[in-house]
T-cell receptor, first 113, second 117 residues
Framework: GAGVSQSPRYKVAKRGQDVALRCDPISGHVSLFWYQQALGQGPEFLTYFQNEAQLDKSGLPSDRFFAERPEGSVSTLKIQRTQQEDSAVYLC???????????FGQGTRLTVV | AQKITQTQPGMFVQEKEAVTLDCTYD???????LFWYKQPSSGEMIFLIY??????QNATEGRYSLNFQKARKSANLVISASQLGDSAMYFC??????????????FGSGTKLNVKP
C-alpha cells in the first residue's frame, strides 16, 4: 500500500484479555518501530526491527508485551493480560534506512476496561 | 542521554501569519537527525521536515522551515502563512544513529497549535 497501515483502529479489551495489534509497513522499508502514546503526551519508544531482527526492545514496559516481524514485513504487537495502564495509542512506523524519516500509521487506540 | 524539549504546550496564531514552534535537544553524539511531525486529531503522525546535524543550510519544505542553531542545540519550526488546516499537535523528534539504540526516535511532549480565522 501507499502508507503504513495499522489494524484495528480501535480496540476495547477487558482487563486480563490478550490483544494483538497489526502493522503493515510501507513495502521495502527495512526499519519498523512501535511506539506507545499516552493521551496528551509524545510517543514513547517500544521496540525496533531491522527486517526480521528485533534489534532493540528496551522500551517494552513489561514481559506482557511482545512484538514480532517473522518475515521482515508485517509486524504484530501482542499484549498479554492487559491492564488499564496499557490504554494508549500504539503507533507503528517504518523507514527505508537508519537516517531516513519514519512514516507513521494512524495508530491503534487501545482502551482497557 | 538523549532529550527533546518543547516548552510551549499551546500556541495561537492568526490565519495567514507566521508562527515559530520551539524545540531544543540534547545529545553528545555528533551525528543526528532532527524531525518535525504534525499530528492532527485523526491521530496519524505526518512527517514535515528533516535537518541533519551536518547540513550547512536550514531545511525548507514549502511553508515549513527549520531554524537550526547547532551551537544552541535548537531546531525551531517556522510555519509561514498559517492556514486553518495547520491546527494540530506538532512534535519535534531526534534520531541518533549509534550503537544498539541507533534507530530510536526521541520525541518531545508536543505543542498544540491553534490557527484562528
Amino acid at each position: 500500500g501507499a502508507g503504513v497501515s495499522q489494524s484495528p483502529r480501535y480496540k476495547v479489551a477487558k482487563r486480563g484479555q490478550d490483544v494483538a495489534l497489526r502493522c503493515d509497513p510501507i513495502s521495502g522499508h527495512v526499519s519498523l518501530f512501535w511506539y506507545q502514546q499516552a493521551l496528551g503526551q509524545g510517543p514513547e519508544f517500544l521496540t525496533y526491527f531491522q527486517n526480521e531482527a528485533q534489534l532493540d526492545k528496551s522500551g517494552l514496559p513489561s514481559d506482557r508485551f511482545f512484538a514480532e516481524r517473522p518475515e521482515g514485513s508485517v509486524s504484530t504487537l501482542k499484549i498479554q493480560r492487559t491492564q488499564q495502564e496499557d490504554s494508549a495509542v500504539y503507533l507503528c512506523a517504518s523507514s527505508l534506512g537508519p537516517v531516513k524519516e519514519a512514516f507513521f500509521g494512524q495508530g491503534t487506540r487501545l482502551t482497557v476496561v | 542521554a538523549q532529550k527533546i524539549t518543547q516548552t510551549q504546550p499551546g500556541m495561537f496564531v492568526q490565519e495567514k501569519e507566521a508562527v515559530t514552534l520551539d524545540c531544543t535537544y540534547d545529545t553528545s553524539d555528533p551525528s543526528y537527525g532532527l524531525f518535525w511531525y504534525k499530528q492532527p486529531s485523526s491521530g496519524e503522525m505526518i512527517f514535515l521536515i528533516y535537518q541533519g546535524s551536518y547540513d550547512q543550510q536550514n531545511a525548507t519544505e514549502g511553508r515549513y522551515s527549520l531554524n537550526f542553531q547547532k551551537a544552541r542545540k535548537s531546531a525551531n519550526l517556522v510555519i509561514s502563512a498559517s492556514q486553518l488546516g495547520d491546527s494540530a499537535m506538532y512534535f519535534c523528534a531526534m534520531r541518533v544513529p549509534r550503537g544498539n539504540n541507533f534507530n530510536k526516535f526521541y520525541f518531545g511532549s508536543g505543542t498544540k497549535l491553534n490557527v484562528k480565522p
